[in-house]
């Protein structure tokens, strides 16, 4: 397979969506039945919350947001934040992919913990996304027949 090479720009769909879901969340705490200063308490980290993740996922404004991944005709992936760091990374079998939605949960090479990347059709342009979601699709069926192959030696 050649090189893909994906460069993220904002999305307003999931900035919207975030919102949204963000005050709805705020709503349920502000109609709890709990003290004044421990709702003010969770709204506030609410909100933190809430700003924070529109900020790093969908309009990428921070330093670690993620801005570029690239795939290697050897399946190999590298992401570059916006910082300019490079990480090589590994695409989990958990990540979600649909025409609407595709949502990557990679693993940084050497680190523990898992990372992820919500891509709604708004943040590539619309040949790079299908591009993306077959490439995926590709790998992953080739992975799942390689695990079927080694399982019946």
Do not use: C
Not at 103 to 115: A, I, R, S
Request: proline share 3%; glycine share 4%; aromatic share 14%.
């Amino acid at each position: 397979m050649k090189t893909l090479s994906l460069f993220f720009k904002p999305s307003y769909y999931l900035a919207t969506i975030l919102s949204l879901f963000g005050l709805l969340v705020l709503a349920i705490i502000l109609l709890m039945p709990f003290v004044l200063g421990l709702k003010t308490g969770f709204v506030l980290i609410g909100l933190i919350a809430m700003i924070y993740a529109i900020a790093k996922d969908a309009l990428l404004m921070l330093p670690w947001s993620i801005l570029q991944l690239e795939f290697s005709s050897q399946n190999e992936v590298r992401i570059v934040m916006k910082n300019k760091q490079m990480f090589r990374a590994e695409i989990l079998h958990s990540s979600y992919i649909n025409p609407y939605l595709t949502v990557l949960n990679f693993k940084l090479t050497g680190q523990f913990w898992q990372y992820h990347i919500v891509i709604l059709p708004d943040s590539l342009s619309q040949d790079t996304f299908r591009q993306l979601r077959v490439r995926l699709l590709w790998s992953r069926q080739f992975v799942a027949s390689d695990e079927v192959f080694a399982d019946d030696f």
